[in-house]
Nanobody, 124 residues
Framework: QVQLVESGGGLVQAGGSLRLSCAAS????????MGWFRQAPGKEREFVSA????????HYADSVKGRFTISRDNTKNMVYLQMNSLKPEDTAVYYC?????????????????WGQGTQVTVSS
């Protein structure tokens, strides 16, 4: 079993920055992609970013490209999401997820373990 715990969410003004962290514990061996998803009230969970096991392949949703940066440190079982130039539209609960395979797919169904989520609120 794998446990994922997100941290770093909070309230920030538009244009500000936040860095989300995701710590993995339990069965962390093997090779797998990691991803970030978000869900706003009344909306479906949407893809934000994903990174392959090696970090060599990265995907971003068009809405966050150029503003967000995903990274990982496998030696620490950590994945990060640096969020800059935040907009009110970024307000959502952000979830960290572990992929089933090495490649960073963008569909939620490609991920088998999820964190509890961390709230990000961007004020205008």
């Amino acid at each position: 079993q794998v446990q994922l715990v997100e941290s770093g969410g909070g309230l920030v003004q538009a244009g500000g920055s936040l860095r989300l962290s995701c710590a993995a514990s339990g069965h962390t061996s093997g090779t797998y992609a990691m991803g970030w998803f978000r869900q706003a009230p009344g909306k479906e969970r949407e893809f934000v970013s994903a990174i392959s096991w090696s970090g060599g392949t990265i995907h971003y949703a068009d809405s966050v490209k150029g503003r967000f940066t995903i990274s990982r440190d496998n030696t620490k079982n950590m994945v990060y999401l640096q969020m800059n130039s935040l907009k009110p539209e970024d307000t959502a609960v952000y979830y960290c997820a572990r992929g089933k395979v090495r490649l960073p797919f963008t569909r939620a169904t490609e991920y088998d373990y999820w964190g509890q989520g961390t709230q990000v609120t961007v004020s205008s």
